[in-house]
């Protein structure tokens, strides 16, 4: 008899015992085949190479996008066209606020209206009815001895009918005040003096005077006597009472002259009516008439 080594019999009794298991164990379920490998057109992606550290800092920072710096900037709006009223142009004006120097102060207001449309180039600019205002910049009261009532007016604002505001200047050249006012090349206007009633005054106490010298003296001495009394008693009247105040009624035609280009925003003069001047009837015409309170005042 042949003796069988330990060795092969360990090897037989292994796989019997295996075979056995697999009985059991049912068939074996092949394994899944490994997953396709990626395509070759795409290659893996390569490490990002570490950033030259002798290149300058702006060649790692991308370039931001530049601008047209004409294109983002809005295009400038043309100016607005104007009107331009030259300098010179007269303005027919009627007094609203009676005036006279007897009150007045510089920086009273003074208001007026305009009485007759200006146009240009077939273009109502100013229509009549537009409001004027201004103020008193002096104001003189007449002298005792000498002198008269003196008034200077300057003129700053217009309001047109729409309410369309502008400032300008102007001095007036002539007033219809219904006595015998003037006005000087520098716009201030002077009252009228009362030298015939002056005189008529002097004239009266002298006959009154000579009058009573001669029914006192009963002689021609005495009427002389009574004559220069009189004469001497009319002139301390006109000596120590004050002239005629300068007066502007309601009512006062006032032409006034520009002193300066009148600039109009052309957008909004639009007026297609004239307008209308103010129904103010006009100052009456008057003698002057003196102060006769000799008390200083």
């Known amino acids: ?53 002798s290149a300058p800092a702006a060649s790692a920072t991308p370039a931001p996008a530049t601008t047209n710096a004409t294109s983002a900037t809005p295009a400038a709006q043309p100016a607005p066209a104007r ?31 305009t009485l007759f449309p200006i146009v240009l180039n077939d273009k109502i600019v100013i229509p009549a009815g537009s409001y004027v205002q201004g103020e008193i910049t002096e104001a003189k009261r007449p002298g005792r001895v000498k002198g008269t009532g003196e008034l200077r007016i300057r003129l700053t604002t217009m309001i047109l009918p729409n309410g369309y505001t502008v ?76 002239g005629p105040e300068l007066e502007l009624p309601r009512g006062t035609t006032v032409d006034v002259v520009i002193d300066h280009p009148l600039s109009l925003d052309a957008s909004k003069i639009n007026f297609t009516d004239p307008g209308r001047a103010p129904e103010l009837p006009g100052p009456p015409n008057r003698e002057p008439q003196r102060m006769r309170n000799p008390i200083p005042f």
């Open 83 to 113: 009107i331009v009223v030259p300098s010179g142009t007269k303005l027919p004006l009627v007094l609203h606020n009676a005036i006279t120097t007897r009150n007045a102060h510089p920086g009273d207001p003074v208001y007026f209206e």
């Open 167 to 242: 400032h300008f200047g102007a001095v007036p050249t002539n007033a219809g005040t219904g006595g015998n006012e003037s006005v000087d090349k520098e716009g201030t206007i002077h009252g009228d003096t009362d030298k015939a009633d002056d005189a008529a005054t002097v004239i009266e106490d002298t006959g009154i005077g000579t009058a009573v010298g001669g029914v006192a003296g009963r002689s021609v001495e005495g009427a002389g006597i009574g004559a220069g009394v009189g004469a001497a008693v009319g002139l301390a009247t006109v000596l120590l009472t004050r």
């Open 1 to 53: 008899m042949r003796i069988v080594p330990a060795s092969v019999l360990a090897l037989v009794l292994c796989f019997g015992v295996g075979a056995f298991a697999q009985q059991q164990a049912g068939p074996v379920t092949p394994a899944p085949a490994p997953a396709a490998s990626a395509p070759a057109q795409a290659p893996a992606a390569q490490p990002t190479p570490a950033p030259d550290s």
